[in-house]
């Protein structure tokens, strides 16, 4: 039997998994920025602990990197959506 969600519970209280785009701001990188990396889990910990009263010891989180070309806005892949919006700004101007 599993136990129900109980604020400041920690055997109960969630775990997190987040799902970051694979970008970087450095030419041809192929992950995330190590920086964004490490504080991500940092940040969410935090959060655990802050909201629910999950001990940072206990905190689980899981980091996944998405390619660009899996993830859309509306029903328009990222990559696309973004050459939309690029070229948008420029026709503004």
Known sequence: MRAAFAPGN???????????????????????????KKALPKAVTHLLHEIVGRPPRLAFVLLEEVELENVSVGSIITLEHRQQLTRSKHQAE
């Open 10 to 36: 920690a055997a109960t209280t969630p775990n997190v998994n987040v799902k970051a785009t694979r970008e970087s701001s450095a030419p041809g990188a192929s992950d995330t920025v190590p920086e964004r």
